[in-house]
């Protein structure tokens, strides 16, 4: 299994190290060989222009995950590896209300991807939480039928000041962050460090 997560920062907003210390913990969790593609912005965005939707003045998620799968670097010569894409424009889902932060997309017997955008992340804090929140669901936290998970928008980790616990508004997510930031702890409970210390990706046929 592929433990190589390629990072294609094409965000003007949201600085390399914000994601550096987003993965901290989780590269003390896991051994990950972490490659930054460097100047990918050329490489990402004509996929996000092509789901764009002038309309909205958003671009759809999925849309844009789609094509870029269907390609042969991202589909075949990238494909057991995770990637994680982080991009300004707003997004959309066909699930969302009115927009989404993007999120962890799941592929057989991949790491899978990662699509974030950084439009409605005021905050580096809430920018490094929203990274790291991400990054643990592409290795296995929660894991299904584990004791302290919830349902809601998935599952998610009911621990206090985990990671892993899912916030419904943006305000919420704000403070939850800085408080797990202030507590000085490590940013994930024992049981989502547990989640992903023996995460393997699910194959499907
Ligand atoms: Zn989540
Ligand atoms: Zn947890």
New binding site residues.
Partial sequence: MSNRLYLFNASRKLRREVISKALEPICQVKELDVREVEDCRDIIEPFVEAAFNPARGQAHGQKVLDSLHSTRVFGQELGDDGKLIIIDRDLYSDYATNWCFGGFCPVSNSLGYILLSTARISDETLGEHIVRHELGHMFG??SEGRT?TVDILGLH?S?NL???QQQLSVPEALRYAHRIKSAGIFP??E??VEDMRRYRPPERV
């Fill in positions: 936290a929660p302290n980790c621990n985990c990671t892993m994930f409970c049981q989502c």
